[in-house]
């Protein structure tokens, strides 16, 4: 390979020269090298001029020194020729401080690559060539390493203000995208900070891809400082893929997997905990483009006998749950009611939106949380489910004591959720939409039959149970003190279409009714429910407002969540980023409250932890640079939101209300005459009266 003359390595000529320092972004010049016998002169034309220097040749190897205009102090080269490629490394710095780089070099004109890269460049090309579009991190100790080659690279990044903030961000970001579209780079100091978010995106099923950096793995029986050797164990049992990497060799395959492993078959989170060193480790391995794969669908047995059950029944239920959003299956599911006449309900917080409230044939939530009143006795009524992406939770169920019909088809796209409660009478593992979309392929054989199962009084009861239910929320419109509920209800009437909203804790936002005019299909959280985690609002929407640019965000929320996340407000206002942020302030933690009001004799104090002490929360927003104000009375609420709307950039609301600030019971028990004994649901103690006793 090596062109010599009269048996020696040539070595004169330019060669275009890249150095990679081991925690700054790549840098590129032209060298220059002029041999004399054992002695070489030596010209770089870099980023910041042009240095010379002087050196020595021995054979291969070539070693020279520039004393000034490479960092601090003089800066060593030693490197090796291979033909037309110059490989070696550069030592710069002055004093105590000291800094080593990679050096790679290609004869100009010669076609030559060098043939492996850094570990660290081999994550980012392995990230874009997967699909990240995004970095969500906060800066510290050796993620520079990495950040370094992320810059060069070209992915866009955003720093948060923490790092909980920061993972907050890419879990909303790939709510929207419905994969893992983004992912988030932390110190391994902070990256506890974040672990809820890791345990969140795994009951919540979203995608993330969480990468941490630790110290360089040789330091691991040195007790370093901020040792992060016991990370791997703190993060495995709440991932649903984790991969600690000393060696930088098969990174590009560590970074697709977890990818992968985040975007297909039940979401979750994928925890990368990358070593120091492994970033400076060289790869040869191949970085492939990453085409996730088809979701599966239902056989066509199972799809037949689903059919079947439903031919069979006189009144079935479709239970649709938050697979059906996680899936994008709404449009399908629509496409069946419509042509079926079949009624949904949807699982609550989780699975609110996969219709238009207003649409005929959804009855509202099932359980005690509370849309319309009517999901509950519809689903109770029927003799059978076809649970879609629904997972039976606690909250839906009211601790699994609503009345259950004997017959179940129950699908999910992850295996082990079928029969884990209880034995459906069929379990189908598919994708929601896929399998959605199977049973409208059925749809034109079935003729004159397929609105068989639309039922003119049922549908007539759920119209007039949300006529009643409207004109009740309507009711808090106008009154003062402000209730919650009048705050969705104008956020209703003053959004645009599509408006993405993110309610704390994973609620929805009380009062709000997503109409058939605004949200022809439907409307998905960007936050899940499972996990339901107070201060996630304004993170999240921020991360959904660069999913959805062209969208409106709206971020809803408690005084308690802001105290978590108020920092975020300067990321709005760095980025002049269109989101509105609205803060309820009840002066507490209303919940706790309340709760400790329903104790009885003996309860904790209805203050004690849950009073705050009063706060000016328009102030702290404007001065982090979010235009604001405060509202006090109800007739001041829908200028405000409309101001809100019409702002060129960020724009803050503090809305003094009474109440709870999260959600509200607005509908009272959810059946006036139940089939069997009521349990709480969330905080209930006993088994007694649950599925499948």
């Known amino acids: 390979m090596s062109a010599v003359d009269g048996g020696a390595t040539r070595i004169d000529g330019t060669w275009d020269l890249t ?7 790549p840098q590129s010049g032209a060298l220059t090298l002029i041999r004399d016998g054992d002695s070489l002169k030596v010209r770089i034309e870099g980023p910041a001029g042009t240095v010379t220097g002087d050196g020595a040749v021995d054979g291969r190897h070539l070693s020279w020194t520039v004393d000034e205009g490479m960092g601090p102090g003089p800066a060593h080269f030693e490197a090796d020729v291979e033909g037309d490629l110059l490989l070696g490394h550069i030592e710069m710095g002055a004093g105590t401080f000291k800094d080593e780089a990679s050096v790679e070099g290609v004869r100009v004109g010669s076609g030559a690559r060098v043939p492996f890269r850094e570990g660290s460049v081999a994550v980012a090309e392995t990230l874009t060539a997967s699909g990240v579009e995004y ?12 950040e370094r080659s992320l810059i060069a690279e070209g992915i866009k990044d955003m720093a948060a203000r923490s790092e909980l903030s920061a993972a907050w961000m890419s879990y909303g970001y790939n709510r929207v995208k419905r994969r893992a579209a983004s992912a988030t780079l932390m110190w391994c100091v902070g990256s506890m900070h974040a672990s809820p978010v890791v345990y969140a995106a795994k009951l919540d099923s979203t995608p993330l891809v969480f990468m941490l950096m630790e110290n360089a793995a040789s330091w691991d029986l040195r007790d370093p400082l901020q040792d992060g050797t016991e990370l791997y164990s703190v993060f495995k049992p709440v991932s649903k893929y984790i991969k600690r990497v000393v060696d930088g060799e098969d990174l590009p395959l ?5 990818v992968l492993a985040a975007s297909t078959g039940k979401f979750g989170p994928a925890v990368l905990d990358l070593t120091h060193n ?7 391995v191949k970085t492939e ?6 979701p599966p669908a239902a056989s066509e047995a199972s799809v037949r006998r689903t059919l079947e059950l439903i ?19 709404a449009g399908e599911l629509r496409r069946f009611v419509d042509a079926t006449g079949i009624p949904v309900v949807s699982s609550g917080p989780g699975g609110r939106g996969v219709l238009p409230d207003d649409h005929p044939l959804y009855a509202g939530d099932m359980s005690g949380w509370g849309y319309f009143g009517t999901g509950t006795k519809v689903a109770e009524e029927a003799d059978l489910w076809i649970a879609v992406g629904f997972s039976f939770s606690q909250t839906a169920t009211l601790s699994w004591s609503l009345a259950k019909p004997d017959k179940v088809v129950h699908v999910d796209i992850e295996q082990s959720q079928l029969g884990r409660i209880f034995q459906p009478t069929l379990g189908v593992v598919a994708d929601a939409k896929a399998f959605l979309g199977q049973l409208n392929g059925h749809l034109p054989a079935s003729g004159p039959k397929r609105r068989k199962h639309a039922d003119e009084a049922r549908t007539a009861q759920i119209a007039q149970a949300k006529d009643s239910y409207t004109e009740m929320l309507r009711s808090y419109v106008g009154a003062d003190p402000i209730m919650p509920a009048a705050i969705g209800q104008i956020l209703a009437d003053e959004v645009p279409a599509e408006t993405i909203f993110v309610n704390d804790e994973g609620f929805p936002v009380p009062g709000m009714v997503f109409r058939e005019e605004k949200y022809p299909s439907g409307s998905a959280a960007p936050l899940g429910f499972h996990y339901a985690s107070m201060g996630s609002s304004l993170p999240v929407a921020i991360g959904a407002k660069l999913a959805a640019p062209d969208r409106l965000v709206v971020s809803v929320g408690g005084d308690g969540g802001f105290y978590y996340s108020s920092g975020e407000l300067s990321v709005l206002a760095e980025h002049n980023l269109k989101v509105v ?6 002066g507490g933690l209303y919940g706790g409250h309340r709760g400790r009001a329903h104790g009885g004799p003996g309860s904790a104090p209805f203050t004690h932890w849950t009073n705050f002490p009063e706060t000016d929360y328009t102030a702290v927003a404007k001065g982090m640079g979010v ?48 089939k069997t004994s009521r349990k709480a649901g969330h905080g209930d103690r006993f088994v007694d009266g649950s599925w499948p006793n």
Do not use: C
């Open 19 to 25: 150095w990679r320092p081991g925690l700054a972004p």
């Open 278 to 284: 492994a970033m400076h480790h060289r790869t040869t």
């Open 289 to 294: 483009e990453l085409t996730l794969p088809d």
């Open 135 to 146: 970095i969500f991190g906060y800066s510290g100790g050796m993620a520079a390493s990495l």
């Open 627 to 674: 235009p604001g104000e405060r509202v006090e009375k109800a007739d001041e609420l829908a200028p405000a939101i409309r101001r809100a709307v019409a702002a060129d950039g960020p724009y803050f609301i503090e809305v003094m209300a009474a109440a709870s600030s999260m959600h509200l019971f607005l509908a009272g028990g959810p059946d006036p005459d139940p």
């Open 254 to 258: 560590a970074v697709r997997q977890a």
């Open 581 to 586: 942020s609205i803060v309820v302030n009840n």
């Open 311 to 329: 031919e069979g029944a006189e009144r079935p239920v479709i239970l649709a749950g938050a697979g059906v959003h996680l899936a994008d299956a």
